[in-house]
């Protein structure tokens, strides 16, 4: 298990938590001194009250919550949001409401979850050309949508 240090940078903030034995990430909550509410196709900035350091050569990704985006169409715009080892500020989310009634955030509510992953640094290779694939340059969408019947 990775050890993770993590601050309360205010007394009422909520540590993330594991909702389930076998979950991938932890739910994080929202930590605030008033309600925020937001109204369709609009977003904010969602403090939980924690800072966190992480080891060398992790990362920690915020994820929308399913339940947040199926009820209520509520998500992350930068998803996955990361957070890299090196910064110690307050852990934000930024939350979207794409919905069509207005949403309201109160403080200790779950707003996204966090999985903290190893991360390996590269070294680009400049070249002349690259290797030959079947796939080649197909992408955005070249595989169509419909089911491909064997």
């Given at each position: 298990?990775?050890?993770?240090?993590?601050v309360r940078l205010k007394e009422k903030a909520s540590l993330p938590a594991y909702a389930t034995a076998h979950?991938?990430?932890?739910?994080?909550?929202?930590?605030?001194?008033?309600?925020?509410?937001?109204?369709?196709?609009?977003?904010?900035?969602?403090?939980?009250?924690?800072?966190?350091e992480l080891p060398e050569g992790y990362e920690a990704q915020l994820r929308p919550r399913s339940g947040l985006?199926?009820?209520?169409?509520?998500?992350?715009?930068?998803?996955?949001?990361?957070?890299?080892?090196?910064?110690?500020?307050?852990?934000?989310?930024?939350?979207?409401?794409?919905?069509?009634?207005?949403?309201?955030?109160?403080?200790?509510?779950?707003?996204?979850?966090?999985?903290?992953?190893?991360?390996?640094?590269?070294?680009?290779?400049?070249?002349?050309?690259?290797?030959?694939?079947?796939?080649?340059?197909?992408?955005?969408?070249?595989?169509?949508?419909?089911?491909?019947?064997?």
């Amino acid at each position: 298990m990775i050890k993770v240090k993590i601050v309360r940078l205010k007394e009422k903030a909520s540590l993330p938590a594991y909702a389930t034995a076998h979950a991938a990430g932890m739910d994080v909550s929202a930590c605030l001194d008033a309600p925020v509410t937001l109204e369709p196709s609009s977003s904010a900035l969602i403090p939980t009250g924690l800072a966190i350091e992480l080891p060398e050569g992790y990362e920690a990704q915020l994820r929308p919550r399913s339940g947040l985006a199926l009820r209520h169409l509520i998500s992350l715009p930068n998803s996955p949001a990361t957070i890299d080892a090196d910064y110690r500020g307050e852990v934000g989310v930024i939350l979207i409401n794409h919905g069509r009634e207005p949403f309201t955030v109160n403080h200790g509510d779950r707003i996204a979850q966090m999985v903290v992953s190893k991360v390996d640094r590269v070294a680009f290779e400049e070249v002349d050309s690259l290797s030959d694939t079947e796939r080649g340059e197909g992408g955005f969408g070249h595989t169509g949508v419909a089911s491909k019947a064997e």
